[in-house]
């Protein structure tokens, strides 16, 4: 002993070294650590791994050591603490394995909370859960009706339990109404919806809706949702005042502010398939070699420039859209075989005012232009 110390010249010694414990006391702290790592191990993994040379790699918890497992043959290296925390031994396979039992059974037991929960109020419960893939008895409520489905199914779709549910549900998410129709289509100023037609099912089950519409301009109309939300002009009246060759050529001319070649603005009767209608027609030619047969009568016929007489005729078409006649179209689209020109076409009993407003607008044109009035 060392004076003034209770602890011996050697103990003193390796103190002084940084020593704290001898080489036999922490070779004797290692064993009984390596005995109580196998002991554990034992517990929470049986005899699934085995551990080759523990005795010499054996540490510490926290320093690596080789383990073997015997399931997949493999040798990998993990710390003793975490081998016996981690639900795989760490193994990377037993590992992969663990973590999908894990997730199974948590999947499981979410969709067992759902069906005590959360399984909608029109549907009861008649037979045990066993998996979510796996069919559950159900009884609906609204419909009395039993069937069998997957709780999978039960769960993404909370509406259904039943056929008739589902058909219920499917019908009324497609179904097409006027604020469905609002909240899809961007419509111009000039029209109004006024509601949705359904139409007769077809052989295969399917309806034909159509949107009913108001022209500001040309009244009401009917047209499909794709048709309302997609064309440039949804309204046929409007469209043909906008669309071919009158009035590409009137943009052509105002381009170029030119005032065309000589043309004949008439006001004749014509007849067409049987009926007999009022007509504004422009053309270049002569009026007997232009509409042929069809040409009745003609009641007003004044030389005038293309763009006047263009300009004229699309002011009445929009003026008196109210009084058009839609017969001869009607019964051309119908044989398949249109009348060209079948768009001008007015009620005969409109035949004095319209060729009164035809006479002010060849006077207001030509005094626009400066041109001598007849």
Not at 31 to 57: M, V
Not at 87 to 99: D, F, S
Not at 132 to 151: A, G, Q, Y
């Amino acid at each position: 002993m060392v004076k003034g110390s209770p602890h011996s010249k050697k103990i003193l010694e390796r103190y002084a070294r940084g020593e704290r414990y001898s080489k036999d006391a922490l070779e004797s702290m290692r064993l009984k650590r390596i005995k109580h790592f196998l002991a554990r191990a034992e517990i929470i993994h049986g005899d699934k791994f085995s551990y080759p040379d523990i005795d010499k790699t054996f540490v510490r918890a926290k320093i690596e050591i080789p383990i073997q497992c015997s399931e997949h043959g493999l040798v990998f290296k993990a710390t003793p603490d975490n081998h016996l925390v981690f639900a795989g031994g760490k193994c990377p396979k037993c590992g992969k394995a663990a973590k999908s039992r894990s997730a199974k059974i948590k999947y499981h037991r979410q969709y067992e909370r759902w069906l005590k929960e959360s399984l909608p109020e029109h549907l009861s419960l008649l037979s045990d859960f066993v998996d979510p893939n796996e069919p559950v008895k159900v009884l609906c409520l609204i419909h009395n009706r039993e069937e069998s489905h997957k709780p999978i199914y039960l769960k993404n779709n909370k509406l259904h339990g039943c056929a008739i549910c589902a058909e219920e549900a499917v019908t009324s998410s497609t179904k097409l109404t006027v604020e469905k129709v609002l909240k899809d289509v961007d419509l111009p100023e000039n029209l109004t919806v006024l509601g949705v037609e359904q139409g007769e099912p077809n052989k295969h089950g399917h309806r034909h809706t159509r949107v009913i519409c108001s022209c500001d301009k040309h009244g009401i109309f009917k047209i499909t949702k794709g048709s309302l939300k997609n064309s440039n002009y949804r309204c046929q009246d409007c469209a043909s005042l906008e669309m071919g060759y009158v009035p590409q050529r009137l943009g052509k001319l105002v381009e170029a502010d030119e005032l065309g070649k000589p043309c004949h603005l008439a006001l004749m009767k014509v007849k067409v398939f049987g009926v007999t209608s009022l007509k504004l027609g422009v053309t270049t030619r002569t009026l007997k070699d232009r509409y042929k047969d069809a040409l009745v009568e003609i009641f007003t016929d004044i030389m005038l420039p293309e763009r006047l007489a263009y300009t004229i005729e699309k002011t009445l078409l929009d003026k008196f859209w109210e009084v058009k006649d839609t017969r001869i179209r009607a019964i051309g689209i119908n044989k398949e075989s249109r009348w060209a020109g079948d768009t001008e076409l007015f009620s005969l009993n409109e035949h004095e005012a319209i060729s009164f407003a035809l006479k002010q607008e060849v006077v207001k044109q030509k005094t626009k232009f400066n041109l001598v009035a007849e």
